[in-house]
């Protein structure tokens, strides 16, 4: 489903991920927003793992919806200069966009039958 060349950079930076999480938890803080009915419907969710998001935020921030203090997802503009400046690095005349690993993405899960 996902290029082999990917795997292991992807378990190692899950692997630190969830050390973080750990982190994160013992101070109160491994929690993340779920939808009103998603909250509802899974009450624990939002302090267990695989809710977590896998590209958080370098810092904790208010949520401005409940007021607690929290990770976030990584700022989508962080990603687009990884990107810019991978592609900068490769040599490549026009860099790739984000949206364009969502279509490569989708077009593996539905090739894959998923």
């Given at each position: 489903?996902l290029p082999s ?6 378990q ?22 779920l939808?009103?009915?998603?909250a509802?419907k899974y009450p624990n969710?939002?302090?267990?793992w695989?809710?977590q ?11 401005p ?11 989508e503009?962080?990603?687009?200069r990884?990107m810019?400046?991978?592609?900068a690095?490769r ?5 790739g ?5 969502a279509a490569f993405?989708c077009?593996?899960?539905?090739g894959?039958?998923l």
């Amino acid at each position: 489903m996902l290029p082999s060349s990917v795997v292991t950079g992807l378990q190692t930076h899950l692997e630190q991920r969830r050390t973080l999480f750990e982190d994160d938890k013992r101070i109160g803080k491994a929690n993340v927003f779920l939808p009103d009915a998603l909250a509802t419907k899974y009450p624990n969710a939002a302090t267990e793992w695989c809710w977590q998001y896998i590209f958080p935020s370098g810092r904790y921030s208010i949520d401005p919806r409940s007021g607690m203090e929290r990770r976030h997802h990584i700022d989508e503009k962080l990603l687009q200069r990884a990107m810019k400046k991978s592609g900068a690095s490769r040599g490549a005349c026009q860099t790739g966009h984000a949206a364009y690993f969502a279509a490569f993405f989708c077009d593996a899960f539905a090739g894959s039958g998923l």
